[in-house]
Nanobody, 125 residues
């Protein structure tokens, strides 16, 4: 059974950094797409960043230049380096995986088959 487990969230001050990690397990073939989404209670999940099987990365406009997504295939781990954090970055962040696909990863949450439980990021002044 595929499992995704996030870690690395926490509380930081404006301008600080966090590194989220997502350890994936329970599969034979690596996911084609892995992504980080964020969600505010009562709202839809929004893609923050994604990386596909060819290493192509996509970012939400609000995080370009500040966040970096990477994948360690040997460790089956997805990372999100979050720099220059702002209060508006505060949210629950989720790791997601999709095993079938081609081309660029979809920004639509419904296209992903597996999800972690999330890790909270809080940025305060």
């Amino acid at each position: 059974q595929v499992q995704l487990a996030e870690s690395g969230g926490g509380s930081v001050q404006i301008g600080g950094s966090l590194r989220l990690s997502c350890v994936a397990s329970g599969y034979i073939s690596s996911p084609y797409c892995m992504a980080w989404f964020r969600q505010t209670p009562g709202k839809e999940r929004v893609r923050v960043a994604s990386i596909d099987g060819n290493g192509n990365m996509r970012y939400a406009g609000s995080v370009k230049g500040r966040f970096n997504i990477s994948k360690d295939n040997a460790e089956n781990t997805l990372h999100l380096q979050m720099n220059t954090l702002k209060p508006e970055d505060s949210d629950m962040y989720y790791c997601a995986a999709r095993f079938v696909g081609n081309g660029m990863c979809s920004p639509v949450a419904a296209e992903y088959n597996y999800w972690g439980r999330g890790t909270q990021v809080t940025v305060s002044s």
